[in-house]
């Protein structure tokens, strides 16, 4: 129902871009966003946008990421730049309808290696 895509190898002081849309079967979606996961630790949030583009970030990655969603297509992006090791982890589409059903996307591999 979430389908994300645009995962890779980058090196450090690169850029990606991650997509992900939701099916058509999702209905009054409220939060999308990213949250990413790395062996041994919990996932954790990147960013989330709502319907009404208020984006929000966690401190790691304000003034690198950029958030944007399509309301329309019920899409959400996530562009990447100056990326770090640090970064390096699975990416997961995230949504929340208005009625507080959440969705994840099933995971996309972003490398930030040299």
Not at 73 to 88: A, F, G, I, W, Y
């Amino acid at each position: 129902q979430l389908q994300a895509s645009g995962g890779g190898l980058a090196q450090p002081g690169g850029s990606l871009r991650l997509s992900c849309a939701a099916s058509g079967s999702i209905f009054r979606i409220g939060i999308m966003g990213w949250y990413r996961q790395t062996p041994g630790k919990q996932r954790e949030l990147v960013s989330t946008i709502t319907s009404a583009f208020s984006p929000n970030y966690a401190d790691s990655v304000k003034g690198r990421f950029t958030i944007s969603r399509d309301n329309a297509k019920n899409t959400v992006s996530l562009q990447m730049t100056n990326l770090t090791p640090e970064d390096t982890a699975v990416y997961y589409c995230y949504t929340r309808t208005v009625n507080n059903l959440g969705y994840w996307g099933q995971g996309t591999l972003v490398t930030v290696s040299s």
